[in-house]
């Protein structure tokens, strides 16, 4: 069944011709690469994909499993003039256009790992990193580039065993025909949509439907201290969490790490 990775395969299912799409078989990483593009003078809507990376990242300085024929890894290229502040609001347009393109494309239902994590099941099937240039005189974005890995299939063999707990796949045994460019061409259309309005409510309301952490009792982990047990109250409209501390207290937590396995 076929399944190739092409640029040809992912423009002809673009709504969205502006946006330009670049293939490679194998590369450093696609946010990497296309940040240095950014720095000199890339254009907006410029679109890297990649059917394998060397050297992918992941948030907090982790690499991202990126093997080659079974995965999808891709980063988008935006010029918004908007606060540096709006960095977040991307990551959460990106999270709900892969929810909403897997649904489609699979009929499986996706949940959001506050900020940039989709599941299906308990397993991670998608990390987003978004990493940004910003103005220091004016504080606004001078670009955004948000970064997609998706585990479309299971490696042969398996996942490498440190994430074998966490990590899932997009497809169990189903095949669905040219699977990967479908996918990037839903996610790239939507990503490009929302992120042209990323305050609209619409999008935030399919982000928070489908939240895995409201309601949950969770570990916020911080860098040289213990984990602050907390539970789940609400999301903002910011996209930061509404939690309830162990003390009583209420506080929005806007960025950092949560665990849920670490306060069951």
């Known amino acids: 069944m076929s399944d190739e990775l092409s640029a040809d395969g992912i423009e002809r299912r673009l709504r969205h011709k502006e946006l330009d799409v670049r293939v490679y078989r194998t590369?450093?990483?696609?946010?990497?690469?296309?940040?240095?593009?950014?720095?000199?003078?890339?254009?907006?809507?410029?679109?890297?994909?990649?059917?394998?990376?060397?050297?992918?990242?992941?948030?907090?300085?982790?690499?991202f499993c990126s093997p080659s024929g079974t995965g999808l890894y891709f980063s988008l290229l935006l010029r918004p003039k908007v606060p540096a502040a709006e960095a977040m609001s991307m990551t959460a347009c990106a999270a709900v256009a892969v929810s909403r393109t897997i649904e489609e494309l699979t009929g499986r239902s996706t949940r959001i790992k506050w900020v940039n994590d989709i599941l299906i099941g308990q397993k991670k099937v998608c990390g987003i990193l978004t990493e940004a240039g910003i103005?220091?005189?004016?504080?606004?974005?001078?670009?955004?580039?948000?970064?997609?890995?998706?585990?479309?299939?299971?490696?042969?063999?398996?996942?490498?065993?440190?994430?074998?707990?966490?990590?899932?796949?997009?497809?169990?045994?189903?095949?669905?025909?040219?699977?990967?460019?479908?996918?990037?061409?839903?996610?790239?259309?939507?990503?490009?949509?929302?992120?042209?309005a990323p305050d609209d409510p619409?999008?935030?309301?399919?982000?928070?439907?489908?939240?895995?952490?409201?309601?949950?009792?969770?570990?916020?982990?911080?860098?040289?201290?213990?984990?602050?047990?907390?539970?789940?109250?609400?999301?903002?409209?910011?996209?930061?969490?509404?939690?309830?501390?162990?003390?009583?207290?209420?506080?929005?937590?806007?960025s950092g790490e949560v665990s849920v396995r670490a306060a069951q």
């Open 135 to 196: 103005d220091g005189e004016t504080g606004m974005l001078r670009y955004a580039v948000i970064g997609v890995g998706i585990n479309v299939r299971e490696p042969e063999g398996g996942f490498p065993p440190e994430i074998a707990g966490i990590a899932g796949a997009v497809l169990d045994r189903e095949q669905i025909p040219d699977i990967r460019c479908r996918l990037a061409a839903g996610v790239l259309d939507r990503l490009y949509e929302y992120t042209l």
């Open 27 to 63: 590369i450093s990483s696609t946010n990497t690469v296309l940040k240095a593009l950014a720095a000199d003078g890339a254009g907006a809507n410029l679109a890297l994909v990649a059917e394998h990376q060397t050297a992918g990242r992941g948030r907090m300085g982790r690499s």
């Open 202 to 254: 619409a999008v935030f309301e399919a982000y928070r439907e489908r939240s895995f952490l409201i309601g949950r009792d969770i570990s916020i982990l911080r860098p040289g201290a213990g984990p602050v047990q907390a539970h789940v109250l609400d999301l903002n409209r910011d996209y930061s969490l509404r939690v309830r501390l162990s003390d009583g207290s209420l506080t929005d937590l806007s």
